[in-house]
Every structure is written in structure tokens, then in C-alpha cells.
């Protein structure tokens, strides 16, 4: 440990899980701290002779001589401030060892009857920790898998991996080939090995397991129920898939849309599922093919990292959802599988603006699926709403004479002057083809003066959603409630 000013002492402190025997030692708590000052070779700034030491006298009962100390280090600011006195911002403390430092595990869920804890226990049983810091956090140097230095960090950083899918064999995982199966059977063997594979890795874990500690052990068994109960109803969606025509054909249709959306954005012909997200998808189906499935009220939370391909996993079972709802319900043109299938919710602006253009992106594919064959999918469009507020969207459509931020006023301003006004919606470009929105892309239906709708299309005349083919957003509160016909919508954030 290093300072260099006598205004900031140290004061070093000991501590042993060893318990006291019987070696009636009695010794002070300065004479512990200049042994252990001498035999770790510590430069410590403290109290001493003459400092007023007020932990001086203090007895120590006697112990054993431990074979590993705990030692915790404190930065102590003492005395008055005074101009002529030197200040430590963001002091940093460290200690060096010749030989090396040993790992210590955190026991603390040892004994908790909390469910996080005790699976974070078992996470993190082969990563061990050679500091901690008290107010805060703590570093260290590894090296050839020996440390040798702890240190006080105010910033705390770790190195996290990236997550890639090891290959499944004799799974299919192209997004193209999945939206043309051709029955049941064929979807039947493109998609339950993945099951199998699965079910192997759980039995290999629970071969692991068999050497852990025995609290570890229940933990690990709770956790292979829970995986053994997921592979029960990925089978389950394999099932449905083979048997119910209709979710089949919805399947096939979610599959399609969303390599079209992925084909658009990221410029993949042919993109492929990661196993995860198949599995997200196969493992909900029976829930949302049957009300009366006995996991319709079980919520799955997809937890994977950054970039991992969450959005796509939970944008591909809304495809579903929605196609699945239109074919079960045909009648009125479609129009009784109509409305809202499914709700978004985000906590951040720019997280909701970024999502929503990549499901916009899927809601444009699927209406392009659907105009194709309108007898099969309904007359009525494909849709999505944004539903977040008149801060960002305007709340009614207005008409001439209104006052207040009316989408007719918000559009009218924009038209007139492009380079200052804000776009009446917080799209900025079509999410189809990328195209820039320009003034040209909003307009009032059925006229300017007494509005009903607001409408937005490309200007690239090559973007399948330009001329008289409008872009299906929905962003103003009144149309969207007048019609409830929209697909996913915003405003619950």
C-alpha cells in the first residue's frame, strides 16, 4: 500500500476464520500490525509512536497461527483541512506479494434460502476473487494463473466473452428452407433433432453435477428439472408443428418475414436462426397455438447478451402470433383475426426508436406476404402502431382552426419548413429500404383542412412502399384508436 501524505493514514486491520484455541497469547494490536508490516514488506503511513494510536492497548485473544491472512487496508482521512495541505483524489490502494495471493470464494449464499443467490453460487464456483473493495470496487493482476497484485479500482471493469452457438448437427437452421416446408413430417425432421441435441447436453451436465458439493448438487438438479421441462416443450412445439396445419403455415410465414427483414438490413440472403432462438420459438408455440395449453400463462424471459439476437428470437414468435390469430379467425375478410396481437414496452426513447424500426422492418415484410395472397391472410393490412405519448406523437389528428400540437399542425409546419421543424413522428427513414424521410413522405388523408389519417410512404420509387402503397405505421393516438386493427403498438413506456 502506498500514500504519501501523513494526512491520510492507514490503518491496517486482520481478520481469520481460524478459531481462538487455547495458546494464551495476548498480544497488541500495534505489535500485530509492525510483524505484518515487516514480513509482507508494506510501506504503511499510520499511526505509530507518538501518532495517539487509540487501538494501541488493545488485546488480542490468542489463536492459532493461521496458514492465510484476510488483511483489509483503509485510506482514514484525518485532521483539518488547511491551504497548505496536499489533497488525494481518487487514492488508490494496492498490495504486492512476492509469492502470491490466494484466492478467496464468497460463502455468503452458502446458507441463503434465496433462489438468485444460490444459483449465482453455483455460476460462479470456479471464479474466484482475490480482493474486495469496501466502498469501492477491487482489481488484480493474474499472470500464468498466479496473482500478485490487489488494488482499490473506482471504475470497475471485466472482460466478457463473446457468446457464439457452437454448430447443431442435422438441425435446420435456415430461415429460408423453414419457410418452405412441406408438411408436417418434413418439419417434423428438420426441427426435432435440435430436441435431441438438447437433451443430451442436459444429461451431460447432470453427469457434471454428480461430483459438486451437496448443496451445490440440489442446486444443479433444480436447474436440470427446469432445463429437462423447457426440452418437454420444445418437443411439445415440434408436435404442433407437425400436426396443426395452420400454425404450421403460420410458422412458415414468421420464417419467411423475418429473413426478408434480415435480408434488408443487414444485406444476409440466406440468414439462419441461432439455436437459442429456435428453441425460444418451438418452446413457446403450444402456448400461443392453444388457449387451453397448460403453459398459455407461463412468461419466458429471454435473457442473453448484447447483440446475441434477443430481438429477432421474440420478433419471429409476433410473427407468428399474428399470422396463427388470421388463419383461426377468417371471417370478415380477415378481419376477425384482426387487432391489436401484440403490445411492446420499453423503459428507454432511443431503445424504443431502434426496436421499432427493426419491427417495423417485420411488420413491412409480413404485409408484403400478405398482400400476395390476400385470400389466404386477410384483406386488412398488416400494421404497426407507435403509442408513446404526445411528446412524441401527436395525440389527434386536428383540423383547420385547432390549436395545440395536432398531427395536422405538426405536418403542415414540417412541409413548410423541413430544416427546422421536427418530422410529425420520431422515424427519421423508411424502415424498409433506408430511404431518408423528406416532407413529401407525410400526408393528410383524406384532405389537408379536416384530416382523418396521417399516411407516410417512401420517396424512393423503388422502396416496395412508395406511391399509393403507404408504409403501415400508425403513430397518431386517434386513427389508431378508431381502427384497433393495428399490430404491436407503444405507449406504455
Known amino acids: 500500500m502506498w500514500m504519501e501524505t501523513d494526512d491520510l493514514p492507514v490503518l491496517l486491520r486482520h481478520r481469520t476464520a481460524v478459531s481462538p484455541s487455547t495458546v494464551p497469547a ?88 434465496k433462489w438468485d443467490r444460490q444459483v449465482a453460487d453455483l455460476h460462479y464456483a470456479d471464479t474466484p476473487a482475490y480482493a474486495t473493495g469496501h466502498g469501492v470496487s477491487a482489481d488484480w493482476t493474474v499472470k500464468d494463473g498466479v496473482c500478485t497484485q490487489v488494488r482499490t479500482s473506482w471504475i470497475g471493469s471485466a472482460e466478457v466473452e463473446a457468446t457464439r452457438p457452437r454448430p447443431v448437427e442435422r438441425v435446420e437452421l435456415s430461415m429460408r428452407r423453414l419457410g418452405e ?108 397455438a392453444d388457449p387451453c395449453d397448460q403453459d398459455r400463462e407461463t412468461v419466458d424471459l429471454l435473457f442473453f447478451p448484447t447483440g446475441g439476437g434477443k430481438t429477432e428470437a421474440y420478433l419471429g414468435l409476433a410473427a407468428f402470433a399474428m399470422v396463427y390469430r388470421r388463419l383461426r379467425n377468417p371471417a370478415v375478410g380477415g378481419r376477425a383475426g384482426a387487432g391489436v396481437s401484440v403490445i411492446m414496452r420499453y423503459t428507454l426513447r432511443l431503445l424504443t426508436l431502434d426496436q421499432l424500426s427493426r419491427a417495423a422492418s417485420l411488420v413491412c415484410a409480413l404485409e408484403l406476404e400478405r398482400a400476395a395472397s390476400p385470400d389466404r391472410y386477410g384483406e386488412w393490412p398488416f400494421e404497426i402502431g407507435l403509442w408513446v405519448g404526445k411528446a412524441a406523437t401527436p395525440n389527434r389528428m386536428g383540423r383547420k382552426g385547432d390549436k395545440g400540437d395536432t398531427a395536422r399542425r405538426k ?29 413529401e413522405s407525410f400526408t393528410l388523408r383524406p384532405d389537408a383542412d379536416r384530416p382523418r389519417d396521417l399516411r407516410i410512404a417512401c420517396t424512393d420509387f423503388e422502396c416496395d412502399f412508395s406511391g399509393e402503397r403507404m408504409l403501415p405505421i400508425v403513430a397518431v393516438d386517434e386513427p389508431l384508436y378508431r381502427s384497433a386493427l393495428c399490430a404491436p403498438g407503444w405507449k406504455i413506456a
Open 181 to 288: 416446408l412441406a408438411d408436417g413430417p418434413e418439419a417434423r425432421d428438420a426441427l426435432q433433432p435440435l430436441v435431441g441435441e438438447y437433451r443430451s447436453w442436459i444429461d451431460a451436465r447432470a453427469k457434471e453435477s454428480a461430483g459438486l458439493e451437496e448443496q451445490d448438487r440440489a442446486t444443479a438438479g433444480r436447474l436440470l428439472a427446469k432445463a429437462r421441462n423447457a426440452a418437454d416443450r420444445m418437443a411439445r412445439g415440434v408436435a404442433v408443428l407437425a400436426g396443426n396445419p395452420d400454425a404450421l403455415d403460420a410458422f412458415r410465414m414468421a420464417n419467411r418475414a423475418v429473413q426478408r427483414a434480415l435480408t434488408r438490413r443487414i444485406g444476409v440472403e440466406d440468414p439462419e436462426w441461432r439455436p437459442f432462438q429456435l428453441a425460444f420459438l418451438l418452446l413457446n408455440l403450444p402456448g400461443m
Open 26 to 113: 495476548s498480544l497488541s494490536s500495534r505489535t500485530v500490525r509492525d510483524a505484518l508490516t515487516r514480513a509482507l514488506h508494506l510501506d504503511l503511513i499510520g499511526p505509530g509512536p507518538g501518532r495517539g494510536d487509540e487501538h494501541a492497548e488493545e488485546c488480542l485473544p490468542g489463536w492459532e497461527r493461521p496458514s492465510m491472512w484476510y488483511l483489509t487496508g483503509f485510506l482514514v482521512p484525518t485532521g483539518t483541512p488547511a491551504p497548505q495541505r496536499g489533497y488525494a483524489f481518487q487514492a488508490r490502494l494496492a498490495v504486492e506479494c512476492e509469492n502470491h495471493f490466494h484466492p478467496r470464494h464468497d460463502l455468503s449464499a452458502r446458507h441463503s434460502d
Open 411 to 439: 405536418t403542415l409546419q414540417y412541409k413548410a419548413n423541413p430544416r427546422s421543424r421536427p418530422a410529425p413522428i420520431p422515424l427519421e427513414s423508411c424502415p424498409w429500404c433506408g430511404t431518408r424521410f423528406t416532407e
